[in-house]
């Protein structure tokens, strides 16, 4: 006979989901690494290539999420950028902003800071006011409306010139109010974060928070952390897990304080690998690990699909995650006023 000993298993493990779902839903979080080109959701790239007569290689959105084959960072970028063509008008932006924006809102994400990256769209003969105009606009209207804070970091790419990038910072100090930081994202191989020293240099004089990319299992992927923590002086990593192969590094960055902006699922496609127990290891050696969601509509998981994705496929416990949320008010680019409403809020929902 199969009685209620028999289910219980079943009926406590999806009872327990169900708790930490809820769990993880009604926490108010920060996201502090995502790319707001990698928000761009297909049926909403076919809305906008339809808007301005732009052909795409398939049929459908289906389709398009079906040619979702990357396995590594060099893959992953060529799907990347040849969806980007659908950006043209300063409204393109701005949808794919707000779209993003609202997402945040349903997840609790209250804070968030964007990268975008200029470079992807000026090369196009796109204009970087239409841009950064378009984003600017969401983000009012988010705020407002949504109750959503948000600020902008502007993204190099790493296999352009140090002068194009220098060039797109002169261009953007006529929007410097709408910008707290720089960063660099992109192709690794053969374009260290020393290479673009002036120009982060520059951009720190300017009154610029500095971020660097040192995506998983990178060809000198050492060096380039140990480029940004002694050279270019960065005030937060982006990724940053291979630290954890060299423990002067480890605690160096335990000592500064830096953050790392981690994205589980994202490396899980990346890496094959959602890096679960390295997480696990930075928070024991005090450095401030934080989870987000890098380019959510090709992983197909937003931030409340990452921390989901720790707590039922790494374990992570209320407390584990609680911490790694708290990380992120923590280091994110914010007044000390700011920050603290946040952890007050924080604070309230965990009791």
Known sequence: MLGIAALSPTYTLHSETFMMRAFIQNLPKAELHVHLEGTLEPELSFALATRNGVKLDHDTPEALIAAYDFHDLPSFLKIYYKAMEVLLTEQDFFDMSWAYLKKTREQNV?????????????????????????????????????????????????????????????????????????????????????????????ARSEGYRLTMHCDVNQLNTLLHIRQCLDDIRVDRIDHGINSLEDPAICAEIARRGLGLTVCPVSNRFVVQNLTGEEIRKMMALGMKATINSDDPAYFRAYMNENLFALAEEAGFEQAEIAQLVRNSFDVAWLSDERRQHYLDLLDRRLG
């Open 110 to 202: 209250l804070y968030c800071e964007m990268f975008f990256d200029p470079q992807a769209h000026t090369g196009r003969g796109v204009a970087f006011d239409t841009v950064i105009q378009g984003i600017h606009r969401a983000q009012v209207q988010a705020a407002s409306e949504l109750g959503v804070e948000s600020q902008l970091v502007m993204c190099f790419l790493r296999e352009l010139s140090a002068e194009s990038a220098m060039q797109t910072l002169l261009a953007s100090l006529s929007y410097k109010e709408w910008i707290v930081g720089v960063g660099l994202d992109s192709e690794e191989k053969n374009n260290p974060p020393i290479k673009f020293a002036e120009v982060f240099a520059r």
